[in-house]
Nanobody
Framework: QVQLVESGGGLVQPGGSLRLSCAAS????????IAWFRQAPGREREAISC????????FYADSVKGRFLISRDNGANTVQLQMNSLKAEDTAVYFC??????????????????WGQGTQVNVSS
């Protein structure tokens, strides 16, 4: 079993950057695929990126490709999401989640066994 805690959210102007972190405890992240999801008010939870525990392969949704970068720090047992060129439509609660399926079918919420509590990101001038 793994516990996940997100941090790093906040208010940023359009065009700015934020770095989110997902800290894991209870188990090493090597055993899981770790994904970032986001959920805006009135919208469904959306998968935006995933990193495999086995080999570090990464995956991105089209909406964030080229702007966001997911990475893993094995020593610290954390996964980061570097978000650049932020837009108002990136405003959402951001969650990290762990899956035994690694990133296979990462877009599906049903693939995930563990979730963090979320961190709010607001992009506004």
């Amino acid at each position: 079993q793994v516990q996940l805690v997100e941090s790093g959210g906040g208010l940023v102007q359009p065009g700015g950057s934020l770095r989110l972190s997902c800290a894991a405890s209870g188990s090493t992240l090597d055993y899981y695929g770790i994904a970032w999801f986001r959920q805006a008010p009135g919208r469904e939870r959306e998968a935006i990126s995933c990193i495999k525990g086995s080999d570090g392969s990464t995956f991105y949704a089209d909406s964030v490709k080229g702007r966001f970068l997911i990475s893993r720090d094995n020593g610290a047992n954390t996964v980061q999401l570097q978000m650049n060129s932020l837009k108002a439509e990136d405003t959402a609660v951001y969650f990290c989640a762990a899956s035994y399926y690694h990133c296979l079918g990462y877009e599906s919420i049903d693939r995930y066994d563990y979730w963090g509590q979320g961190t709010q990101v607001n992009v506004s001038s």
